[in-house]
């Protein structure tokens, strides 16, 4: 089965609008204006059963109201929706029995209660058999490490404590769909680490279908294959890394040191016709820019390295970061 | 019985948390005892100069105060949405709610009940005791039965219309004073409806049905007949404002627009 079909999946919120002064508060009485904001804009998705989906894009460009639409928060204002065969604001009750929700931003916890008794509350409401609820417990307690959490109140665990909690409480009912919104938001490399490693784990074991929010890319390297990109409401990209990386990244940099100094211009000779450019940093170093992926370093090296002594060479491929950095800068349609 | 359960779970877990503060859990208990207990002394003094009422005698009035104050306690104990705007939709913690497979009124419920409110019951039965062993009420054995019937009807009444107030937050998360004056007119309901305008006992029988969580069921439990009627409907009333809350409440869920970025 899909986990997720969306076709023309919209969302619209009224912004009201209040005017200047005390006539213009009489004024809204009668009658108030307001604005119409499309946060979700008619997108399709379609996401298979054991998919690591990464959705990124801009401040504000819709990524946390899709994912509250999906988790039945919020009802769409427009398109269809199927999470796991359900409606998700329709069938709410019980579509939520198949979905673990994490919010990075804001805890699912409760936040007076100590963290074991709100996971033993969670299995009331998840309605978990005992013999299960212990052997996952277990598990998830041991490779978050968590151990010596259990008996303090959420509200007084640090950030990274927090988050692998939150991951637990997710996950007690073992759910086939995992929503994760900025996950990792404000933790240190070591947990952000441990929490890739665990949701890699349970993906492999489970099949359990991931969508991930993030504005690290490093989260996205970490775990997903897939990519989503959203930008004021709309899909702009949906699909690999990898194809993401090699339409983009257009050709990459190489950076030399020459034993001694070289014209310019004779290096651009050597070369003349490679769709490359030259530019010079430093007495003896050059950085060689490959401005398309498809020209091989060593082809340009064939040409040189007869006539120029090279002390030294690195490769530098431009960062997925970069990349993206750049999409969000110009858009999508100068691909 | 699922929901039977959680409450039970929900309710442990309530004590836990008070008894976490432990001194606090005490120095509260003991504080709202003497809070009620004072209450009880004022509402007494004050009856001492209170005259006859449209032929309600001294001791009657008490009484149906003494009953008023025990649906409300109940009310309060189990919906205790006071701070609902605040602490669901401001702070955003109806986000978590709706992620839960259980109905998002119960586990608001179940959340924020505050049974420490329980006391009042003792109260008001205090209270109606001293004025009904003044009275000498002639009670059949079917009159304690009713009493609870009445009580409950009493309670759903309340929670209609305080579910329904609340629901308002679902649409806007700008405040209101709405429930302050809701609770004002409720106290209405503590005295003989007669002594008011008919509008206002209009208004108190079929619009705010306050009438029916104090005065029309204490009438009957002190055999004063005019209103038999009106008590037995407590129930139905009752369950008819139950449900237009729920109603409202479902209605608002569906507007929700997500905690505030
Ligand atoms: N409850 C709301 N009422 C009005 N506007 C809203 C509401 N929720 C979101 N919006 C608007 O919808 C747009 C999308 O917001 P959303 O939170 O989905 O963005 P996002 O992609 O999650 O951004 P971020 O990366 O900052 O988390 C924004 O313009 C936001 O102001
Ligand atoms: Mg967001």
Known sequence: ?335 | MFHLRLLVEYFKQYMKTRMSYRGDFLVQFISNFFHQGLNLVFILVVFQHTPSLKGWSQAEVIFIYGYFLIPWAIFSSFLNLWSFNDRYIIKGELDRVLTRPVHSLVQVIMETMAPESLIGVLTGGIVMGVAGWHLDLDWTWYDPLLFVVFTLGGVLIYAGIFIALTSISLYTDSKSDIQPIMFNISNYGRYPTNIYHKIIQFTLTWILPFAFVGFYPASYLLDHGEWKIYALLTPVVGAAYLAFGIFCWNRGIKHYRGAGN
């Open chain 1, 1 to 335: 089965m899909r986990s997720i079909e969306a076709r023309g999946l919209t969302k619209e919120f009224k912004v009201y609008q209040s005017r200047p002064g005390l006539k213009g508060a009489f004024r809204d009485l009668l009658n108030r204006q307001y604005r119409t904001i499309r946060a979700v804009d008619a997108i399709d998705l379609t996401i298979e059963q054991g998919e690591m989906v990464a959705y990124i894009g801009e401040n504000g460009a819709g990524k946390s109201t899709t994912i509250k639409m999906l988790t039945g928060i919020l009802q769409p204002t427009a398109g269809e929706l199927k999470v796991n065969g359900f409606d998700p604001h329709r069938e709410r009750e019980k579509f939520v029995k198949t979905i673990g929700v994490v919010f990075g931003q804001r805890s699912q916890l409760w936040w007076d209660i100590a963290v074991q008794e709100s996971f033993r509350l969670l299995k009331q409401v998840y309605q978990v058999p005992d013999a299960d609820y212990k052997q996952r417990l277990d598990r998830m307690i041991e490779v978050l490490d968590i151990g010596g959490l259990l008996d303090q109140p959420v509200r007084k665990l640090s950030l990274g404590q927090r988050m692998r909690c939150e991951l637990v409480a997710a996950l007690i009912h073992q759910p086939k769909l995992l929503f994760l919104d900025e996950p990792t938001i404000g933790l240190d490399v070591l947990v952000k680490e441990n929490i890739r490693r665990f949701l890699r784990e349970i993906n492999r074991e489970f099949g359990t279908t991931v969508l991930l929010t993030t504005h690290d890319i490093s989260d996205i390297e970490a775990l997903c294959s897939r990519v989503v990109m959203l930008d004021q409401g709309k899909v702009i990209y949906d699909g690999g890394l990898q194809e993401l990386r090699r339409n983009w990244a257009k050709g990459k940099k190489v950076h030399f040191e020459l034993a001694r100094e070289v014209d310019m211009s004779e290096l651009e000779a050597r070369t003349a016709g490679m769709p490359l450019r030259w530019e010079r940093k430093g007495e003896r170093q050059v950085v060689l820019h490959l401005e398309q992926p498809d020209l091989a370093v060593s082809d340009v090296l064939a040409q040189i390295v007869q006539h120029v002594h090279i002390v030294e060479m690195q490769i530098e491929e431009v960062s997925t970061e970069e990349i993206v950095r750049k999409i969000y800068q110009e858009g999508m349609t100068l691909a």
